[in-house]
């Protein structure tokens, strides 16, 4: 991961970086020294943000398994922070 500094710590994927958890979950991370990319279907969402150009920035849908797959490639953990509540009817079914 290209982030411009030398940081040690975990590689860590963070999913929902964009809602309230996931918002003050990155640079927690990033404070504590850990290498951050965020999986994002419209990564453009990310570029206002405080810490944006501190972290990589992955497009994807945590249901596509191809973009979350290339997402979570040589990181050591993952945070899943997203859920269907919006998609209508059968949105357990869907964060399944």
Known sequence: ???GDDRSGLRCLVTGA???IGGRLVPELLEAGHQVRCLART???LRDLPWAKQVEVAQGDVTD???LGAAMRD???A???VHALGT???FEETDR
């Open 88 to 90: 209508g009817t059968g």
């Open 18 to 20: 964009t809602g309230y």
């Open 79 to 81: 945070y899943y922070l």
């Open 65 to 67: 398994p191809e973009s």
């Open 43 to 45: 990564p453009k969402k």
């Open 1 to 3: 991961m290209e982030t």
């Open 75 to 77: 990181t050591d953990v």
